[in-house]
């Protein structure tokens, strides 16, 4: 991975906006490239339509998905990204104002590596974006998932 990316897969304008200035006010001056539907998040992620000319090994370094999405929900965006032996140690973090325990379930069943429910509060929203940004971001030991392909 060049640069660390972080991949925004979110329908709501409002919630790209508030997750935007979070990470600004998180001093997080990562990449974020946002994407509005499950179909073009996977066409992103395995470089088809729009993408197709994108390196197919700058992946990101975390994903945050909502599960409620146009076109193809984020359960379904998940999965074939745990299906995909090129995609399927990418850290995939829900992130979804979803309160069903059904989805928290679903969700980790997938393969989800962590469920965030989004706080009403943006105060709480800021200290969980940057929380999110410090742990994926600076924390965390990703595998060489080049060795894997």
Not at 38 to 48: N, P, T, V
Not at 61 to 84: M, Y
Request: with cysteine; charged share 30%.
């Amino acid at each position: 991975m060049k640069d660390k990316i972080i991949l925004l897969v979110e329908d709501n304008p409002d919630d790209i906006k508030l997750t935007l200035r979070a990470f600004e006010k998180s001093n997080i001056k990562n990449k974020i490239i946002t994407i509005g539907d499950g179909e073009e998040a996977l066409d992103y992620l395995f470089c088809k339509g729009k993408f197709k000319g994108r390196d197919p090994l700058d992946f990101p370094c975390v994903i945050l998905l909502d599960i409620k999405l146009p076109k193809v929900d984020g359960f379904e965006v998940l999965k074939a990204i745990r299906e995909n032996k090129t995609t399927k140690l990418l850290p995939v973090v829900i992130l979804t104002s979803s309160r069903e325990e059904q989805d928290v379930y679903h969700g980790y069943n997938l393969g989800a590596n962590s469920y965030i429910r989004k706080p009403v509060d943006f105060e709480k929203f800021i200290e969980a974006v940057r929380t999110l940004g410090l742990y994926w971001l600076l924390m965390n030991e990703p595998p060489n998932i080049f060795h894997t392909l």
